[in-house]
Structure formats: structure tokens, C-alpha cells
């Protein structure tokens, strides 16, 4: 009954507008006629805010497994898929190519093989690399983007850029973004987006509190995530995790020498924040988003707290520190605020923060 209710044909939501648009049209014809001076702004805003109501949300969509290619590329393909799944399994402590990270998988970050709207996904990136990055201060490839995943999310080192899996990597990448259409502007499509803003800095004592309600049972009270080969023992602790025997963690450690380092983009605050909102607890999604943005905030404050590797950032925005994050955690700024504020917030009084958002 529920799912009928909602199926509104084309003539219907057409009605629906013309009779919404008559009552706002009528309104405003009767307060003009008592009051002369017309606020055509104001007129704008209430007939847009009618119209995106009625709006169908553009969400990005990944092509279906079914269209990789057969032959050759269709086995690169595949190949770049399980490396982005499975990424311990080659590079981690135990890999069968290099122990070169720290055994997370790129899938940590990037929920669901880099498909996940909202969640850190990978669709646009083969269309918009190379491209110039602030933090670099230069035209940064794709298979370079990759490695600074290695060396920075990973905690590890770079692989061979013109190594096989780097070629994997960027064919399951180019097969993912193959519809992509930089033109238009679908939602969910590019990385991260942060919640609404606070007016209070966020809070690792607030949110450790709800770190333990909503999120100690995955990645354990100690944040150092759960082994995969702990948890397949138990199915009462596979609470939507994805990963298989052949992985190291089934619940990837948050913070310690084994999770991403004090220079990966999760380490900025709305990054985590963000990705915490709209994933979190697993398996919510930003459609069926549980948290608070202060929850959010105040978990993300409490993870990016705790003790980790914080490798060298003295090259990050040299080049131009005026293009620093609002959140970028390390000084210098080129503003007065402190960078315990930058770190934490509050970000309102921010003009950086205010246009970012």
C-alpha cells in the first residue's frame, strides 16, 4: 500500500503544481492589492522552493558489473576491482605482492568497490584526473591520486605506477566513471559531503560517548577494528561488514599504527564527519542517516583525537597556503584562528567554512 501511495504519475505531480502555483500566485495578487510594494525576491524564492520540492533527486548510479568487457580488459577490470576489495590480501602485512600498507583496504574508504553514493566513491575520478591539486601545488595524475592512498590512507608506501595493478587500478576506475557525465549534477557522485555546520566546536568528550553507543561494537571500544578471521567465527558479530577470509580486518581500526595516517583526507573533520553521517553505523546510508550532524561532528572529533601516524605535511599547501582546508588540522594559516579551531571548529565564524558549505 505504502510503495502505491507514492507513485504519482506525470499528470498528477503537473496538477499538484498548478494548483500549488495558483494558491501562491492568488496570495500574492491579494497581498499586492493591500500592500503595493511587490518583494519580487521573495516572490523567487517561494515559487524555487516549490519547484525543488517537487524535484526528483539526480542520484549518480554505478554501471552494472554485467557491462565489464569480456576478453583482456574485461580481466583488468575485474583484476582492479578485487585489488580496491581485497587490498591486504596483496599489500598488506602478509601480501602476496609487497607489505607495503598497513592492511586496510581502499574498499574501507570507499564503501562498496567505490560505488556507494555519499560514501567516498570513486565514479568521477577518472574524469577528472590529472587535474591541479592546492595541497600538491601541481597536476596531479590518477595513478599518482592512487598512491597518495598508499602512502597516505594506507600508511604505506607507493606502488609501481606502471606496474600491473596500477593499470588494474585505473581500468576499474575508467570502466566506473565510463558514463560519467561532468556536465551534469548528480548527487552522491564526488567524495564526501560534510553535515551542516555547528555552532559550538566539536566534542571528543560528547563523542566518545556516542562512539561507544553506535560504533564500539564494529570497530571495538579501543577503535583497532575486529580481524576478519575473529569475526567469521562468530556470525552475531558480522553486523554488515563485507570482508572475507582473505582479508585482514573485517572492522578496520580507527586510529593506532594500523589505521590511516594524520595526512589522509579522512583526517580532516568534515571529511570524517561527513562519511560518518551519511554511512554510519554500517550499513546506514545517507538516505537512512541515524545520526545527528552534532553526533557526526562529535564522533569524528573523537576519532581524529586519538593517537595515529602523522607523517610529514610540510609540503601540504606550500605552495599557496591560502588554499588550505578550513579543517586542514596543521599550521600555518593565513587567518587569526587557532589551530586547535581549525581542528575542531566552531567553523561559523569561518568565511572559508561559510563558502565551503
Not at 586510529?255 to 589522509?264: D, L, M, T, Y
Not at 546506514?284 to 569524528?300: G, H, N, R, S, V
Not at 593517537?307 to 605552495?319: A, G, L
Request: hydrophobic share 30%; proline share 5%.
Amino acid at each position: 500500500m505504502r510503495s502505491s501511495y507514492f507513485k504519482l504519475n506525470s499528470k498528477t505531480i503537473t496538477s499538484i503544481l498548478l494548483v500549488s502555483f495558483s494558491a501562491i500566485f492568488l496570495l500574492q495578487t491579494v497581498s499586492c492589492s493591500s500592500d503595493k510594494k511587490v518583494n519580487n525576491e521573495n516572490s523567487d524564492s517561494t515559487f524555487k522552493e516549490i519547484a525543488d520540492f517537487y524535484t526528483v533527486e539526480r542520484v549518480w548510479t554505478a554501471p552494472d558489473t554485467s557491462t565489464i568487457p569480456k576478453g583482456e580488459e574485461g580481466k583488468l577490470i575485474w583484476y582492479g576491482r578485487r585489488l580496491i576489495i581485497h587490498t591486504s590480501s596483496y599489500f598488506g602485512p602478509k601480501g602476496s605482492i609487497g607489505k607495503s600498507s598497513n592492511g586496510l583496504n581502499c574498499q574501507n574508504c570507499h564503501l562498496e568497490v567505490g560505488t556507494r553514493p555519499y560514501g567516498n566513491n570513486l565514479g568521477a575520478a577518472s574524469t577528472i584526473y590529472p587535474k591541479y591539486l592546492p595541497r600538491s601545488g601541481s597536476v596531479v595524475s590518477l595513478s599518482e591520486k592512487i598512491n597518495e592512498c598508499f602512502s597516505r590512507s594506507l600508511n604505506g608506501e607507493k606502488i609501481d605506477t606502471l606496474s600491473k595493478e596500477m593499470q588494474a587500478y585505473i581500468a576499474y576506475l575508467k570502466w566506473l566513471g565510463k558514463d560519467f557525465n561532468k556536465v551534469e549534477n548528480l548527487t552522491g557522485s564526488r567524495g564526501i559531503q560534510a553535515p551542516k555546520l555547528i555552532d559550538r566546536a566539536a566534542d571528543p568528550a560528547k563523542g566518545k560517548l556516542a562512539y561507544e553507543q553506535y560504533c564500539s561494537r564494529c570497530h571495538g571500544k579501543d577503535g583497532q577494528g575486529q580481524y576478519a578471521v575473529d569475526v567469521l567465527k562468530d556470525e552475531s558479530k558480522q553486523q554488515g561488514g563485507t570482508a572475507t577470509a582473505e582479508d585482514l580486518y573485517y572492522y578496520p581500526p580507527l586510529w593506532g599504527e594500523h589505521s590511516f595516517n594524520g595526512i589522509a583526507t579522512l583526517y580532516r573533520l568534515s571529511k570524517m564527519a561527513g562519511f560518518i553521517k551519511n554511512n554510519m553505523p554500517y550499513p546506514t546510508t545517507y538516505k537512512t542517516a541515524i545520526l545527528t550532524d552534532e553526533e557526526a561532528w562529535d564522533i569524528a572529533a573523537f576519532i581524529n583525537s586519538s593517537e595515529r601516524p602523522i607523517n610529514d605535511h610540510s609540503k601540504d599547501y606550500s605552495v599557496d597556503i591560502s588554499k588550505k582546508p578550513y579543517d586542514f588540522p596543521f599550521a600555518p594559516y593565513t587567518d587569526n584562528f587557532s589551530e586547535t579551531q581549525h581542528k575542531f571548529g566552531p567553523y561559523t565564524e569561518m568565511p572559508s567554512a561559510k563558502k565551503a558549505h
